[in-house]
């Protein structure tokens, strides 16, 4: 099902205003955690500043709504491992306490990405291109180190991010320049040896395009035809009010459990502002536009229209997740609450976008309660 803002009409408005109606009714019984408890786990991803310089509101809140943790960008190469000798656990350490304080399932993010690694990762001290059993070997390095520091402690693992192109291909990075082929069967290898009873992910967005969707299903079947362990799909939720059909969202997950691995909806978004022309849909994190203000339209606050529309959009894309439940593990929320969003940023600076279920002060929105409702027979 595609939702179209023009058609919001007396359906979308009237969850909105049931949802409203059961604001004190939640409050009273229920987090989304509880709420969904015995269907998937409901999480989110902490930002460096939460973690290094807790803000005890939003602390509160991620205790109280979720018990699932990733690290938004703390476990990235250029964080976690700047310099060939150097590596920096201190804000990663601070996510895995919080999670084992509160008994809190955590997702590593990510061991071999292409982008937010740094330069020295793929050159010699010669400035030149490293050869395949160098960057292999420093790939082996980097998983043993950061994997077996957090053995027995993180539960799975982005172990490849985003490695394919629209069209289902590999895409071209210098990992797979310099490896090859098998560069997905390495990383996958050595994440197991690492930690042998961690769940191990392929991870990447607009996997409900039908030919990125084949190209995720292949990577799962390789890794399994070499007897690799590979646990899941990691499908990111970086969507919008108009996009994407969600039937081919459901398509993708059906896929995968074809394929006979579980799903994790990982980085769920719904921007609720437009994109900027000739922008790609997805979440490129290379993208940069300059701000324009008419693409800014909800600078002092999202109108009563947008939020029936994201209401309406999380209600069904929750419904699609419930129907799978048999195969969906987890749902992770990229960002606690709105203020803290990348999707204000990206891919134009200074814009103000209201994608999550929460505000900027951290108060649960008629989309929240559109959530919990589908769990509580509202």
Known sequence: MKFHPKLIGLTA???LIGACATTQQVEQQSSLKQAYQGAFLIGTALGNAQLMSPNSVTSNLVTQ???????????????IHPNPDTFDFAAADKLVELAQQHKMFVTGHTLLWH???PDWVFLDEQGNEVSREVLLARLKNHIDTVVGRYKGRIQSWDVVNEALNEDGSMRQSKWYKIIGEDMLERAFEYAHAADPNAQLFYNDY?????????????????????????????MQGHYSLTHPDLQE???SIIAFAAAGVK??????DVSVIPFPQGAEAGADVNQNFALQEKLNPYRNGISDEASAQLSQMYADLFRIFIRHQ???ERVTFWGTDDGMSWRNNWPMQGRSDYPLLFDRNSQPKPAYYAVMALKQGK
């Open 263 to 268: 799903v994790h909806v990982t980085e769920l």
């Open 115 to 117: 982008s937010q690694v």
């Open 326 to 328: 048999d195969v969906i």
């Open 13 to 15: 408005m009237a969850l």
């Open 249 to 251: 969202v459901e398509n």
């Open 65 to 79: 709504q979720f018990n699932a943790l990733t690290p938004e960008n703390d476990m990235k190469w250029e964080r």
């Open 206 to 234: 607009n996997l409900f395009n039908p030919e990125k969707r084949a190209g995720a299903v292949r990577i799962v079947q390789q890794l399994k035809a070499k007897d690799l362990r590979i646990d899941g799909v990691g």
